[in-house]
């Protein structure tokens, strides 16, 4: 089985700007995690989608969102970066809930805001 | 609210020493799962370990092997006979099947293999 897929694996971005990422869960996944890597907060929680829906949210502002289409696939979108969002951040599937199922992540996404 | 704590920032030993790797999870949650991950220096997170909170048995999977403690509220792993390939950044983690149902991470230990 392919393992969890993201694009694009290194992204350089302004501040201002918007970012796209995209996630595609291990096959027959039905929930997508977010999370966000950095040295100084480590990883957190940004939500979980599961069969589209969003189940919970981490504390992070607005301008963080997601959305999980029908096909279990995942985008997370910043608007308006922060040099603070410069990050690595991971998806993670899971059969069931994340909060249940054991998760497999995806390599990441390191973002870069300059 | 939960936590998880590994105290040990970094850690080095030289190869084939065996290292434990502490730890510490705080929950309200009677039913809950505890994980372990490595991280090696790629940044893809490894699952290694998945524990439920009415399953107190010890685990062995090779050289690793897990001691899972509700008394002391303790997850640790041992790597037995360590080895260069063992370096990498471990994280402990914890979820609750009620309450925040959000996964939490310790802050991980860096652990350094000399050859």
């Known amino acids: 089985k392919a393992g969890v897929t993201q694009t694009p694996r290194y992204l350089i971005k302004t501040r201002g700007q918007q970012v796209t990422l995209s996630c595609s869960p291990i096959s027959g996944h039905r929930s997508v995690s977010w999370y966000q890597q950095t040295p100084g907060q480590g990883l957190q929680f940004l939500f979980e989608?599961?069969?589209?829906?969003?189940?919970n949210k981490g504390n992070f502002p607005g301008r963080f969102s997601g959305r999980q289409f029908s096909n279990s696939r995942s985008e997370m979108n910043v608007s308006t970066l922060e040099l603070g969002d410069s990050a690595l951040y991971l998806c993670?599937?899971?059969f069931g809930r994340g909060s249940t199922d054991t998760q497999y992540f995806g390599p990441g996404t390191r973002l870069t805001v300059l | 609210a939960q936590k998880v704590t590994q105290a040990q920032t970094e850690i080095s030993v030289v190869e084939k020493e065996d290292v434990t790797l502490d730890c510490v999870y705080e929950t309200r949650d009677t039913t809950y799962y505890l994980f372990w991950y490595k991280q090696p220096p790629s940044g893809e997170l490894v699952f290694l370990i998945r524990?439920?909170?009415?399953?107190?048995q010890n685990e062995i999977s090779g050289r690793y092997s897990w001691n899972f403690q509700k008394s002391t509220s303790s997850f640790n792993f041992t790597i037995t006979a360590s080895q260069v390939v063992d370096s990498a950044v471990y994280f402990c983690a914890l979820s609750e099947a009620g309450g925040y149902q959000k996964v939490t991470f310790g802050t991980g230990t860096k652990l350094q293999v000399i050859p």
């Open positions: 993670a599937s899971s």
């Open positions: 524990r439920n909170s009415f399953d107190e």
């Open positions: 989608y599961f069969s589209e829906t969003q189940r």
